[in-house]
């Protein structure tokens, strides 16, 4: 039972199976670049190289979809982990829309690539209480004053007996299906002309000799970046999924308690549920990738009350992603000083928020290594972890 529900709606591994082969040439010798990672982030890097015509090979040590991007619970939400009014307190105005925009668009980008792994739901942040409506709506009327897409729902809102004080509604967002979704990414990347190389372990950066190398192991790259292990810690998620449950009640993605419950019905009932985290902390800061009776009971009683009764469980699994100190990801060129050699970049470190942020990320690094700037990555740059001497700061 240990076992996304995601692996087994696979079609026996067509869709993350080798797709078609292009660059046969960047097989044999050095790539001009190496990714390291096999989620959304490396794939979306290696699909903008390749399509500019770069030898790029990924390496990645379980494969595609091994890490957190096929073990998520499918929400694909614009934004950072940061709330839009948190960020602009946090970044100011300027940068916390050019951010919001970045996603936008990488959604856009998602929904066109995936096909119907993608379904344009929307999402809905709800209040379990009135403090956490207050943050809500505070988020609501930032995003509203700068003109994105945003609504307002009073309650009754999300079910679960009317126990909501009111939710967000972010139109533009949606449900993925990450292991089909993840492997259409990779086989577009695969046809483009890059190279993935499963079950392919990088132990060292100093091994890979290509000029331009790329971590984007999320929260799973310890020591690759021995000055990182300390700046992007691991959180893990746990999942559950149920039989199929009708009527067919959970409209969209939905989250709550600061995302630390949500939950989305797929289209034949089969209702997911992950979170509780904060139930143990201490113990869910791990790359483990088990599941433990405290938090699955939990999850067990939160799928009890969106459905109004207790439901077979048929999947529990669970995945880690990287955590910040500030909750934003590490995306750019990493010093010399810090990686140890030349020409290494990493994005990173989504605390919790990587679905979208990571497509848009993995392209923006295979842009800077083509020698074209972002500055919407500005406040993604890796140095603001850093002092001029490697230490974390
Ligand atoms: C339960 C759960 C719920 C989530 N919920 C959400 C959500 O609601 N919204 C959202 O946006 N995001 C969510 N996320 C986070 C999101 O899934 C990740 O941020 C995103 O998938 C990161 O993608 P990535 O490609 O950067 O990393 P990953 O998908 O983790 O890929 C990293 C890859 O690197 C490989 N690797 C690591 N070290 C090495 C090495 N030394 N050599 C070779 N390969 C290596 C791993 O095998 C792995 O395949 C959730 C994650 C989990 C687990």
Same mark, same amino acid.
């Given at each position: 039972m240990l076992r996304s529900l995601w692996l087994d709606d696979d079609d026996g591994g067509r869709l993350t199976g080798p797709g078609p082969q292009r660059a046969a040439a960047a097989r044999v010798g050095t790539p001009s670049v190496e990714i390291v990672g096999a989620g959304v982030t490396g794939l979306s890097c290696a699909l903008t190289l390749a399509e500019a015509g770069i030898a790029v090979r990924v390496h990645d040590?379980?494969?595609? +979809?091994?890490? +957190?991007s096929g073990r998520n619970a499918g929400f694909a939400l614009r934004g950072t982990a940061l709330a839009y009014d948190e960020a602009r307190d946090a970044l100011g105005p300027q940068a916390a829309r050019e951010l919001w925009a970045l996603s936008e668009v990488a959604l856009l980008r998602l929904a066109a690539l995936a096909g119907d792994a993608f379904r344009p739901e929307g999402s809905l942040r709800l209040a379990v209480d009135a403090a956490e409506r207050v943050r809500i709506r505070a988020e609501y009327e930032a995003l509203a004053a700068d003109g994105f897409a945003a609504e307002w729902r009073e309650p009754p809102v999300g079910g679960c007996g009317g126990r909501f004080h009111g939710a967000l509604f972010h139109p533009n967002d949606g449900a993925i299906h990450p292991l089909r979704w993840i492997g259409r990414l990779a086989n577009v990347a695969r046809a483009a002309g890059a190279e993935i190389v499963e079950g392919s372990r990088v132990g060292s950066l100093a091994d890979l000799a290509a000029a331009h190398v790329v971590v984007a192991t999320d929260g799973l790259g310890a020591g690759l970046l021995p000055a990182l292990d300390a700046v992007i810690v691991p959180a893990r998620g746990q999942v559950i999924a149920t039989a199929p449950v009708q009527p067919h009640t959970v409209v969209c993605p939905h989250y709550a308690r600061e995302g630390f419950d949500y939950w989305q019905q797929l289209p034949d009932g089969r209702l997911v549920v992950g979170g509780c985290r904060d139930t143990d902390p201490t113990r869910e800061a791990?790359?483990?990738?088990g599941v433990t009776p405290q938090i699955q009971s939990r999850l067990e009683e939160l799928a009890a009350a969106v459905l109004g009764a207790p439901p077979l469980i048929t999947h529990r699994w669970s995945g880690s992603w990287g955590e910040t100190p500030d909750r934003l990801p590490l995306v750019g060129p990493v010093a010399e000083a810090v990686a140890g050699r030349s020409g290494v970049w990493i994005a990173a470190g989504y605390s919790g928020h990587g679905n979208v942020l990571g497509l848009a990320c993995g392209d923006l690094i295979a842009r800077g290594i083509l020698g074209e700037a972002a500055s919407v990555l500005a406040p993604f740059d890796p140095a603001r972890r850093f002092d001029g001497a490697a230490a974390p700061l």
């Open positions: 040590a379980r494969g595609v +979809a091994g890490g +957190a791990t790359r483990d990738d």
